[in-house]
């Protein structure tokens, strides 16, 4: 009766290595040799796509420490034939039954394959000059036929993880905004149901000590996005009564003369236009979606202010006077450009705003911004905590 042995492309009769080898290479041209601890690394990020453990690599560590060669070539000797005992070994002392369970499983994902002989052995017979000549054991040539395919899942598995570690970030920085803001509230004892945002605040912290999906950090960021919302419009409320008509009192118009030095004093002054950079003022009737409300950030922002040319009572204006403070900042129209279109008008100003106020300590603000611009391309930035740390630095001072 003909023995039968699995292999990644279905059940085949066994042959023998050198006979395998001969056969592949009649039917398909050369394939360019891989290193086996690149491949071996690869299936470690992609293991939970092909169904292996831990285990499962560990066993196949074990196989690969038996290949003299570093690297997996075509045409070359890819069968090892450890013994039970020395496999076990290698294992770190894995149970024979065990070993066999998850050579099992190797085998049934199509990484390695078996030659068996015809007694059933592991074993290789030489030449006269001390050569392989055949290799009965465990197939390794799977690895390196499959290289790229497993190159590519680990790929798709490193981006993966790294986008859900980004979406899990914007999670936890949209957390820390609404708690620092709902204990702002509270302890300036501003009217509003805090107790209410306190109670829908609680669930969702508790939600990360758990491993979440896409879909549900997604959710989760919606709700938090709809609490933030909640709390914007909880500490905008003094506004209605300390502005009155003065939030409506016209528009605020603003000097964008490149040649003028009390704001640009910058070597890429006049440039603005040429580069391209957002005008804010383009229409004043749009109100950006911020996520801090205008009077909080003034408060925690008040050196701004005196490079106004009027009141700072709505978006537009702050947005105008942050363009025009850049450039006395020493930040380029470019930087501000793309702080602007990455984070939006209103977020890229109260930056802006909140590097002012701590000017001093800031050696080089281009850089600073270009950084954070960086961090909220990857979703990782928030203005939240630069304003509520400033506003507290403000208040001890106040103290």
């Avoid at 690149?38 to 066993?59: C, I, K």
């Avoid at 969702?204 to 419009?233: C, E, N, T, V, Y």
């Avoid at 802006?352 to 954070?372: D, K």
Wanted: charged share 20%; with cysteine.
């Amino acid at each position: 009766m003909q023995h039968i042995s699995l292999t990644p492309f279905g059940r085949q009769p066994a042959t023998s290595g050198l006979l395998a080898a001969r056969f592949q290479a009649d039917k398909a041209p050369a394939l360019p040799q891989v290193d086996k601890w690149a491949v071996f690394n690869a299936l470690r990020e992609a293991r939970t796509r092909l169904g292996l453990t831990d285990r499962d690599l560990s066993v196949l560590y074990a196989l690969l420490t038996f290949l003299p060669a570093k690297a997996l070539e075509d045409g070359a000797q890819l069968v090892v034939f450890p013994s039970n005992a020395a496999l076990s070994d290698r294992a770190h002392g894995m149970a024979e039954s065990t070993l066999r369970r998850h050579l099992a499983a190797l085998v049934a994902a199509g990484l390695i394959c078996r030659q068996d002989s015809p007694n059933g052995k592991r074993y290789a017979a030489r030449d006269s000059a001390g050569g392989l000549a055949v290799a009965f054991g465990f197939d390794l040539r799977p690895l390196l036929t499959r290289a790229d395919d497993i190159f590519r899942i680990a790929a798709e598995v490193t981006e993966a993880a790294a986008a859900l570690r980004r979406q899990r970030e914007a999670l936890v920085l949209r957390l820390r905004d609404a708690a620092k803001l709902l204990a702002y509230g509270q302890d300036a004892a501003l009217p509003g149901d805090w107790a209410g945002i306190e109670a829908r605040l609680l669930p969702l912290r508790a939600a990360l000590r758990r491993k979440m999906d896409p879909a549900q950090i997604g959710g989760l960021l919606d709700q938090a996005g709809d609490i933030l919302r909640a709390i914007s419009a909880m500490l905008a409320f003094p506004t209605e009564e300390s502005n009155g008509t003065d939030a409506h009192s016209g528009r605020h118009h603003t000097d964008s003369n490149p040649d003028s030095h009390a704001f640009e004093p910058c070597p890429e002054k006049g440039r603005a236009a040429e580069a391209g950079s957002p005008d804010p003022e383009a229409n004043p009737q749009d109100e950006p979606e911020t996520p801090l409300p205008l009077y909080l950030v003034l408060k925690a922002c008040p050196e701004i202010e005196a490079y106004a040319k009027g009141n700072l009572t709505r978006w537009p204006e702050f947005i105008a006077t942050a363009s025009e403070v850049r450039g006395m900042m020493g930040i380029s129209a470019s930087a501000w450009q793309d702080a602007c279109q990455t984070m939006g008008h209103g977020t890229a100003a109260i930056v802006v705003a909140a590097m002012l106020q701590r000017f001093a300590s800031i050696q080089s603000p281009g850089g600073y911004l270009r950084a954070l611009t960086a961090k909220a391309a990857e979703g990782v930035f928030s203005p939240g905590p630069m304003v509520m740390s400033l506003l507290n630095t403000n208040q001890r001072r106040a103290a």
